[in-house]
């Protein structure tokens, strides 16, 4: 073909024959069906001599394109009586990259419009302790919202390996105690502030059980500024006499 | 309350939501007429630009919201030690198919795109772009997939009549259609 | 940069930030000396004062930072308090996990949402949603709940196999799907 072309440069099958297509300075409805479908092939061998995956989605588009080409080839009368109840798939090809081109452009146009966290920012307001304590009401929520609190959920716990949990029981205390002396001399402290990028499974359950007790223990708050917003953790004000640092025989853990 | 204090009001309530607020919400947090505020509103919205001030009003997602200037966005970050934020293209793609073709299933998404498609409608669930509209009536009960509220707000849109008006082919036939407009990947 | 601009955007950096911020954390940023910033703190502070606005610009542990006016919180709190859509996440978790995994205990539960669920639990069965379907046997006979009729009627559905199945959400996350297959573990 005369220039490199990179595969994981485009979308998928429909953007790489819209390059094709534009490359050879032809309209959509005059796709040279012949000549795409050779360039279009040639690149996938390319590909495929070098040892580079091809994705299967290529593979079915050039499967297709095959097919046209060699129904172009079959003499019309024949083609009639498929016409019946079958869709040219040529027009079917034709109407697929028009509509993708469409979706296309207005991808590109909405990138344009100003985007929060790339042109816009908002502020952050601190949440009012107080708001947030009222029982949840009961009103219109859709079906939907349930199942994707609970998706939600589970991806945050991704797998049921509850049996790993059993032999960390050390490390909840530890864990109450590196709360608590991050939480000294903060306001307040973020949820996903406990977590390093990447916490392992039984991180995030000992963070959790270690939380549970502290809030247990009426030590920390946690309060949300909104439904579904991030949960943050308060330190309660200590009274006198209350524990401020924890060991197991406390905790129940012996 | 006399009108000035009342405005300080809207402001400091403008300033301290954390979403979009809509006249209904301030009219109703405040026991004062609608019509008393929206003016107010826009007399906000004037002096920010008047007065050269650090944020604007804008409409937004049914509500208004206090926004940083466009061309702070740079000094914004380096205050935060964030990188800009950049969608892929594929998200960008099948967000733009879902926006205009809403409800939508993934097998239609996949159709258009002619890639799989999974993995960037779990991406734009999760950031909450998207919602599930519900069922498709089809064999198999697939989800259709909409945009949400969020949307709206990442985009700064106040509703989806303010999407870029998609370029409409009737047919085929004699259409000069996309030899100009290609996106970012036509050179080698 | 002349100094309006300057101001400017010292207004929206403050605006943008999420903690106080330093005089020197602004010159940095805005590669502006110290000393051409700081009276233009002063300034803003001013304004806000003079032209009644609604926050104010305060200094706080080594910083400054935009606040809201006291005589405002009783307004705000209305405002972040009731809002529009009142089911918590927590009541929506809890909610899911028993209408997919019914019969469950509280300790069942509690392992998946990693937080104590008693109250949530508590105000969903006065809201009629849940039921107590029995007793598991197991040392502490805890409580086994599941979904009541209310539940089927809030939803509008006509029976617990019309729920959206999650196969379909596995689908889209492309990974399997756990609720099948978790063991009890209603132990300490």
Known sequence: ?254 | MDTSELKQQVEGLLFAADEPVTLERLSEVLEVDKREIEPLLWELADDYRNQKRGFSLEKVAQGVQLRSLPEHAEAIRRLQGARPFRFSRAALETLAIIAYRQPVTRAEIEYLRGVDSGGVLKTLLDKRLLRILGKKDLPGRPLLYGTSRGFLEFFGLENLSELPSLREFSDVQGETIFLDGMGPHDAP
């Open chain 1, 1 to 254: 073909m005369g220039y490199e072309i990179r595969l994981d440069n485009f979308e998928g099958p429909l953007d790489l024959l819209l390059h094709l297509i534009k490359k050879n300075e032809v309209d959509l409805a005059e796709i040279p069906l012949v000549e795409i479908t050779d360039q279009y092939l040639e690149i996938l061998e390319t590909m495929q001599s070098l040892n580079l995956d091809v994705a299967g989605e290529f593979l079915v588009m050039a499967a297709t394109l095959i097919h046209i080409k060699s129904r172009m080839l079959l003499p019309p009368s024949e083609d009639e009586t498929l016409e019946e109840d079958e869709i040219d798939p040529r027009e079917e090809l034709v109407q697929r990259l028009i509509e993708y081109q469409k979706y296309k452009e207005a991808a590109a146009e909405l990138d344009t419009y100003p985007q929060l966290g790339r042109e816009v920012y908002l502020r952050h307001p601190p949440l009012l302790e107080e708001g947030s304590d009222d029982d949840p009401e009961l009103e219109a929520v859709g079906l939907f919202e349930l199942v994707e609190a609970l998706r939600g959920l589970l991806k945050e716990h991704p797998e049921p390996a509850f049996h790993e949990v059993t032999l960390e029981r050390l490390s909840v205390v530890d864990r109450i105690n590196t709360i608590l002396q991050r939480l000294e001399g903060s306001d307040s402290l973020s949820l996903s502030d406990l977590f390093d990028a990447a916490p392992s499974r039984s991180e995030v359950v000992v963070s959790l059980l270690a939380l549970l007790e502290l809030t247990k223990l009426r030590v920390i708050r946690l309060l949300q500024s909104r439904r579904c917003g991030e949960i943050r953790l308060y330190p309660r004000e200590v009274e006198e006499g209350e524990p401020t640092a924890f060991d197991e025989e406390s905790l129940g853990y012996q």
